[in-house]
């Protein structure tokens, strides 16, 4: 599958979703995006792209979610890095081949991307949000400094009185010295409205670290600001930090377990379809026969005494190189003559 890199899908859904009055700074937001995902591989970044709009626009048996229906399709297609046939010449039928061939390859791109969707995902989150504001007069961006803190950076775009309404936090711990009328750093901890000045805001945010069994943990935090013209939200995936240990060393434990694991899954499907190959080759031939102490009446062949047993099925299989395989059916004994029949089959591999 040909898969634009998405850099250039945003640019084209910024341009088509988003012609508002208002100037739109693409490049703040996407700077963000790309800077969040600036460590995953560009097929493991897709791979969650696509999962997540597969998710948010279809449904399990390939249907366009009726959720999607009536928002602008348009934006939609174009911000998934998928080339679509030439027979499909409007959104919604994009759209609804997108659907279809996600529900054969979902599994395939979660497993490509099951390590960097704990980034991509919230990250293309936040990109939606950045894109909102700032169409609404409100530009917030943030930098991270891993593993540790982010700062979340906000101005007005025009003269509009913007407020933060509200703050959640998950293990994150923030202050800012923008709302003070001292200019004093102060906690900001959500528990009343601001008005974003007019010369902007600075956030401080710090993540909250735990020690287990020796090693620093950082859990995975977030802070979510809401204004007045919608939400900010950042997402920081955990972290381990042991030594020299961060997300780096972690994510090359994981590749190579996935590699290893990879490897074996492939080898265990060689060994399957080996199996299955000489199953589909196998012949079988049957035959019966008795052995008895002497010469009996029988509708089957006489063999020749209980020695004879092994002989005789090796000279009726041998002759095209089968193996054979024997089962007693029935065995008599009596008047000097027992008699036992064997049932057989001559297997050819």
Known sequence: MDKPRFRSAIVAVVSALYAYSYPVAASDCSDVYASATRNIKTNERQASELLYFFNKHCESNGEVSSSSTGINLEAVVKAIPM???????????KLSEFCKIGTSLSTQWENESSYSSTVTVPSLVNFNECI??????????????????VMITGDRTDANLIYIDAATFNNMTCTSASFSSSGNKEDFDGSKRLRVPDTGFNISCQRKEMIEAGKKVYPLASVAIGTSEGSYTVVMPDEELYGYDVASANRAKFTAL????????????????????????????????????GPTFSNVPFAGDVNAVTPYAASICNQDGSVPVLQVMTSLSGGGHGITTYAGACLKK
């Open 83 to 93: 080339k679509f046939g030439a027979e499909n010449s409007n959104a919604q039928q």
């Open 132 to 149: 909102a504001l700032q169409n609404k007069g409100v530009r917030i961006t943030h930098a991270t400094q891993e593993p540790t803190s």
């Open 258 to 293: 996935m590699t290893e694991k990879n490897q074996l899954s492939a080898e265990l499907g060689d060994k399957i379809r080996n199996l299955q190959t000489r199953l589909d080759n196998v012949s079988v031939r049957p035959f019966a026969f008795h052995v008895a102490d």
